[in-house]
């Protein structure tokens, strides 16, 4: 199955923004990350600003604060100043916190590598709302790297994801209940889990909804359902659909009459978009 890690980039480019901030703190995050940004250009007003509601238990300061020392983004890194205010958010039970600290153990940044303390502290984000901890859950469990192999785990995992809005999600525990991971085939829930991702918006779940249709697997096959979602895919940078449409007009699929100009056009957005996903 294609891995789908969902680890955001940051400002610092080392942590994710969680996929799922409350509302609570929509005017706040604004603030916090603005000086954040001017801390990453050495303003120590900034700085200063940042700490002082780091200090007085803002969490969202106290987790970007962290992240700040742990990359060095402005200031000098400080791996025992970052644990400390990213641990001072987690006190806090700030899930953002928890999964950072959570990547924090799993690759080794100002801390041993852990497997232990990796699986715990995705598990605690996950538990309080963080979506994409319960994913990163999900593919640990199914490439069995960070924690022993078991797909149904993952399985687990990932439908705590999916319940939380996810795309990536759906997409994943949908193609384990095709019958294709180790977990019980049951098209009943794949085809919506799929559908679903792709209605959001997913490149890969659009292009995946469109070989169920295409095969008629778990729906009524249908050409035209099978090229629309091949053309929306396209249309959202998947390079194997634009490969797809460009053979489709070439040797004249879908109920489309062959036309060599527009399989030479798709064949292009093909090479196009495979660079872009496969840069050399």
Same mark, same amino acid.
């Given at each position: 199955?294609?891995?789908?890690?969902?680890?955001?980039?940051?400002?610092?480019?080392?942590?994710?923004?969680?996929?799922?901030?409350?509302?609570?703190?929509?005017?706040?995050?604004?603030?916090?990350?603005?000086?954040?940004?001017?801390?990453?250009?050495?303003?120590?007003?900034?700085?200063?600003?940042?700490? @002082?509601?780091?200090?007085?238990?803002?969490?969202?300061?106290?987790?970007?604060? @962290?992240?700040?020392?742990?990359?060095?983004?402005?200031?000098?890194?400080?791996?025992?100043?970052?644990?400390?205010?990213?641990?001072?958010?987690?006190?806090?039970?700030?899930?953002?916190?928890?999964?950072?600290?959570?990547?924090?153990?799993?690759?080794?940044?100002?801390?041993?590598? %852990?497997?232990?303390?990796?699986?715990?502290?995705?598990?605690?984000?996950?538990?309080?709302?963080?979506?994409?901890?319960?994913?990163?859950?999900?593919?640990?469990?199914?490439?069995?790297?960070?924690?022993?192999? %078991?797909?149904?785990?993952?399985?687990?995992?990932?439908?705590?994801?999916?319940?939380?809005?996810?795309?990536?999600?759906?997409?994943?525990?949908?193609?384990?209940?095709? @019958?294709?991971?180790?977990?019980?085939?049951?098209?009943?829930?794949?085809?919506?889990?799929?559908?679903?991702?792709?209605?959001?918006?997913?490149?890969?779940?659009?292009?995946?909804?469109?070989?169920?249709?295409?095969?008629?697997?778990?729906?009524?096959?249908? %050409?035209?359902?099978?090229?629309?979602?091949?053309?929306?895919?396209?249309?959202?940078?998947?390079?194997?659909?634009?490969?797809?449409?460009?053979?489709?007009?070439?040797?004249?699929?879908?109920?489309?009459?062959?036309?060599?100009?527009?399989?030479?056009?798709?064949?292009?957005?093909?090479?196009?978009?495979?660079?872009?996903?496969?840069?050399?």
């Amino acid at each position: 199955m294609s891995k789908y890690w969902v680890k955001s980039l940051m400002l610092l480019g080392l942590f994710g923004v969680s996929l799922n901030i409350s509302s609570a703190f929509a005017v706040e995050q604004v603030d916090v990350n603005e000086l954040v940004q001017k801390v990453s250009q050495k303003d120590l007003d900034a700085l200063k600003q940042l700490e @002082g509601m780091a200090e007085h238990g803002n969490e969202l300061a106290q987790d970007r604060l @962290g992240l700040v020392y742990l990359g060095g983004n402005g200031v000098d890194a400080n791996f025992a100043l970052g644990r400390k205010w990213l641990f001072a958010a987690a006190t806090q039970h700030f899930a953002e916190a928890e999964s950072h600290i959570a990547y924090m153990y799993e690759f080794g940044i100002g801390v041993e590598k %852990d497997q232990k303390e990796t699986l715990e502290w995705y598990q605690r984000a996950c538990e309080h709302g963080h979506a994409a901890s319960c994913f990163n859950l999900g593919v640990l469990y199914s490439e069995g790297k960070e924690a022993p192999k %078991d797909m149904q785990a993952a399985a687990d995992w990932y439908g705590k994801a999916a319940k939380l809005g996810l795309p990536a999600a759906q997409l994943n525990l949908g193609v384990l209940y095709l @019958g294709e991971g180790g977990v019980e085939k049951n098209l009943a829930k794949a085809v919506p889990l799929i559908e679903q991702a792709a209605r959001a918006g997913n490149a890969k779940a659009m292009y995946v909804l469109a070989s169920l249709y295409q095969k008629g697997t778990g729906v009524k096959a249908s %050409d035209s359902e099978a090229f629309a979602w091949y053309q929306k895919a396209a249309e959202a940078g998947n390079w194997m659909a634009a490969g797809v449409i460009s053979a489709a007009y070439k040797e004249g699929q879908f109920g489309l009459q062959p036309d060599a100009a527009k399989s030479d056009e798709w064949y292009k957005k093909f090479i196009e978009a495979q660079m872009k996903h496969n840069p050399q």
